[in-house]
């Protein structure tokens, strides 16, 4: 294959690779009406009673109401909705965060009144105790982190039952995304309690916001980590065909509802003992969570159970402080050993200069300097090609009948001119990974939510409102065409002269961060092969010809 054939073979296949992973994820099959055993997981909103680990159905605690009471609370970075049942946080708003969908409003992460569900529920499980229906008490009025205030702790106190009286505490921290979750449990049964308390996400397959990006369909869905199993994604679509493979128990990790730029995880404490589990409801939904070891309360004294939740953005810089293993949300698949230091290198530019997009261009500019060699491989090829392409085209029109014949003139050709037509090759196809891990690291950084480069570009994550770059990308792609050799076959040159446009209407809806990084790299490629093209035919003399060279 020479070179001119590579690279439309190259584009096309990086094309493919990307919008093959949004295929298939966006045209995934509707999940079964099959739904998993699973003993361990707690009811849901939709089951009759509430199943202990071993299956025994016991009665419900109490029966909530169909729409209960809710309160606000409010820090400096979440506004949440508890619900007096199960105390559960059935709406959660990120203030730092805008809604893409509605950037005058901010992005909402938990919702059950939306156009999808999702909140986190928690309970205990055992004889009378409070579980994610049971109806709590709230406070008098919302709540709100005073000025000076570091944490805000709300108490919510179950109904006392058979002498055993339970609170749900959650504290929120000023500045932080978690949120600790305790149960304070009150023994004065005379007798010794066990108690196991779980913790669980109760989620739709709806995604939280519509893609506004052609060819761009992220992960949604569960996933769980732990030290021995690692990082694991979860399907919904597998979750209701009984196909789910994720550890079913640790005495370490997390679980956690992943999705573009944010995320949702509950944290319980390293060192105590934990099933996982997931199941479909008979609504519909879905839950993932985790079931902790029973805690033995004596009678007269208090015991805990206790976790976190995390629900926030996936600020790579402040993920692996929060949980061991807790950045591989951020997921960048097989290509994670090249897109983490891409990740730091944009990172630590950031920091020096301020502006995203800035980092973005001065990235570029140095992996281009990295694959300087490579590259100038290959624009010289490419060079030495465009001098042979008269002399090329006079082989067809001497043996185009004799396909034969054509090519080892042709091969003699390159021999006699010491050209090795696969010369740019090899220097493409080493750049291709680190091009993919670029993409998927622009693609998947919340950092460049709305990030602002300049003028237009207000959201480096977002398409281009007027197609600019997109189109400055379009015109560098056919400058680019004009500086390789022409093909000799009529029907090739025009799907050369194609690409252009094909790749500009595709781009129209790519992030806007993406065009960038493409338009100055091809800016600074046009910039080094039109270099290497003009010395090579300056430098280029007519050789001596050779007693079997018919090209004259």
Same mark, same amino acid.
């Given at each position: 294959?020479?070179?001119?054939?590579?690279?439309?073979?190259?584009?096309?296949?990086?094309?493919?690779?990307?919008?093959?992973?949004?295929?298939?994820?966006?045209?995934?099959?509707?999940?079964?009406?099959?739904?998993?055993?699973?003993?361990?997981?707690?009811? !849901?909103?939709?089951?009759?009673?509430?199943?202990?680990?071993?299956? &025994?159905? $016991?009665?419900?605690?109490?029966?909530?109401?169909?729409?209960? &009471?809710?309160?606000?609370?409010?820090?400096?970075?979440?506004?949440?909705?508890?619900?007096? %049942?199960?105390?559960?946080? $059935?709406?959660?708003?990120?203030?730092?965060?805008?809604?893409?969908?509605?950037?005058?409003?901010?992005?909402?992460?938990?919702?059950?009144?939306?156009?999808?569900?999702?909140?986190?529920?928690?309970?205990?499980?055992? !004889?009378?105790?409070?579980?994610?229906?049971?109806? /709590? &008490?709230?406070?008098?009025?919302?709540?709100?982190?005073?000025?000076?205030?570091?944490?805000?702790?709300?108490?919510?106190?179950?109904? !006392?039952?058979?002498?055993?009286?339970?609170?749900?505490?959650?504290?929120?921290?000023?500045?932080?995304?978690?949120?600790?979750?305790?149960?304070?449990?009150?023994?004065?049964?005379?007798?010794?309690?066990?108690?196991?308390?779980?913790?669980?996400?109760?989620?739709?397959?709806?995604?939280? %916001?519509?893609?506004?990006?052609?060819?761009?369909?992220?992960?949604?869905?569960?996933?769980?980590?732990?030290k021995d199993s690692k990082f694991q994604k979860v399907s919904f679509s597998d979750i209701a065909e009984g196909k789910t493979k994720f550890p079913a128990s640790a005495d370490n990790g997390w679980v956690a509802i992943v999705q573009h730029y944010f995320v949702g995880a509950w944290l319980p404490p390293e060192g105590v003992d934990r099933n996982y589990f997931t199941k479909k409801t008979k609504s519909g939904r879905y839950v993932a969570g985790a079931i902790l070891a029973p805690v033995t309360v004596e009678a007269g004294t208090t015991g805990t159970a206790t976790a976190n939740l995390y629900v926030g953005p996936q600020d790579q810089d402040k993920l692996e402080s929060i949980a061991p293993g807790f950045k591989l949300v951020v997921d960048y698949g097989i290509l994670t050993v090249i897109a983490a230091p891409l990740f730091w290198l944009l990172s630590l530019l950031y920091s020096l200069i301020g502006n995203w997009g800035w980092a973005i261009i001065l990235v570029t500019v140095i992996i281009k300097a990295f694959f300087?060699?490579?590259?100038?491989?290959?624009?010289?090829?490419?060079?030495?090609?465009?001098?042979?392409?008269?002399?090329?085209?006079?082989?067809?029109?001497?043996?185009?009948?004799?396909?034969?014949?054509?090519?080892?003139?042709?091969?003699?050709?390159?021999?006699? %001119?010491?050209?090795?037509?696969?010369?740019?090759?090899?220097?493409?196809?080493?750049?291709?990974?680190? /091009?993919?891990?670029?993409?998927?690291?622009?693609?998947?950084s919340v950092e460049m939510r709305q990030a602002p480069w300049l003028g237009w570009i207000q959201d480096l994550s977002a398409r281009d409102p007027y197609f600019i770059l997109p189109i400055i990308m379009g015109a560098s792609m056919l400058i680019q065409m004009k500086l390789n050799p022409n093909p000799p076959d009529p029907m090739q040159a025009k799907i050369m002269m194609a690409m252009p446009i094909v790749f500009t209407f595709m781009f129209l809806w790519f992030p806007s961060g993406l065009v960038l990084y493409w338009v100055v790299n091809n800016i600074l490629s046009i910039a080094q092969q039109w270099q290497i093209t003009r010395m090579i035919e300056r430098g280029s003399k007519r050789p001596a010809k050779a007693a079997n060279d018919p090209t004259g």
């Amino acid at each position: 294959m020479d070179q001119r054939r590579f690279i439309p073979f190259v584009i096309l296949v990086l094309s493919l690779t990307m919008l093959w992973t949004n295929w298939t994820e966006y045209n995934r099959p509707a999940p079964g009406a099959s739904v998993p055993a699973n003993a361990a997981a707690p009811s !849901t909103v939709a089951d009759d009673t509430v199943p202990t680990p071993t299956g &025994a159905a $016991v009665p419900q605690v109490a029966t909530p109401s169909s729409r209960a &009471a809710r309160i606000t609370v409010v820090t400096d970075v979440v506004r949440a909705e508890v619900s007096a %049942e199960g105390g559960n946080i $059935v709406r959660l708003e990120l203030v730092k965060h805008r809604s893409d969908n509605s950037p005058e409003n901010d992005f909402v992460i938990f919702d059950n009144d939306g156009e999808y569900v999702y909140e986190a529920e928690s309970g205990l499980l055992g !004889t009378n105790l409070p579980d994610h229906h049971t109806l /709590f &008490a709230l406070p008098q009025g919302d709540q709100a982190l005073a000025e000076g205030q570091n944490k805000l702790v709300l108490r919510l106190p179950a109904p !006392t039952v058979d002498g055993v009286t339970v609170t749900k505490l959650m504290t929120f921290t000023r500045g932080s995304y978690l949120i600790g979750v305790d149960y304070e449990i009150r023994n004065e049964r005379g007798e010794p309690l066990a108690a196991q308390a779980y913790f669980q996400f109760l989620r739709d397959d709806k995604p939280a %916001e519509q893609s506004r990006l052609f060819g761009v369909q992220t992960f949604t869905g569960p996933a769980f980590y732990t030290k021995d199993s690692k990082f694991q994604k979860v399907s919904f679509s597998d979750i209701a065909e009984g196909k789910t493979k994720f550890p079913a128990s640790a005495d370490n990790g997390w679980v956690a509802i992943v999705q573009h730029y944010f995320v949702g995880a509950w944290l319980p404490p390293e060192g105590v003992d934990r099933n996982y589990f997931t199941k479909k409801t008979k609504s519909g939904r879905y839950v993932a969570g985790a079931i902790l070891a029973p805690v033995t309360v004596e009678a007269g004294t208090t015991g805990t159970a206790t976790a976190n939740l995390y629900v926030g953005p996936q600020d790579q810089d402040k993920l692996e402080s929060i949980a061991p293993g807790f950045k591989l949300v951020v997921d960048y698949g097989i290509l994670t050993v090249i897109a983490a230091p891409l990740f730091w290198l944009l990172s630590l530019l950031y920091s020096l200069i301020g502006n995203w997009g800035w980092a973005i261009i001065l990235v570029t500019v140095i992996i281009k300097a990295f694959f300087f060699p490579l590259s100038a491989a290959s624009y010289k090829s490419m060079a030495k090609m465009r001098v042979l392409a008269p002399r090329l085209q006079r082989l067809k029109e001497l043996y185009g009948n004799d396909k034969a014949r054509m090519q080892q003139e042709m091969m003699n050709l390159y021999r006699t %001119e010491k050209i090795n037509p696969l010369g740019g090759c090899l220097p493409i196809v080493v750049q291709i990974p680190v /091009f993919l891990a670029l993409y998927w690291v622009l693609l998947g950084s919340v950092e460049m939510r709305q990030a602002p480069w300049l003028g237009w570009i207000q959201d480096l994550s977002a398409r281009d409102p007027y197609f600019i770059l997109p189109i400055i990308m379009g015109a560098s792609m056919l400058i680019q065409m004009k500086l390789n050799p022409n093909p000799p076959d009529p029907m090739q040159a025009k799907i050369m002269m194609a690409m252009p446009i094909v790749f500009t209407f595709m781009f129209l809806w790519f992030p806007s961060g993406l065009v960038l990084y493409w338009v100055v790299n091809n800016i600074l490629s046009i910039a080094q092969q039109w270099q290497i093209t003009r010395m090579i035919e300056r430098g280029s003399k007519r050789p001596a010809k050779a007693a079997n060279d018919p090209t004259g």
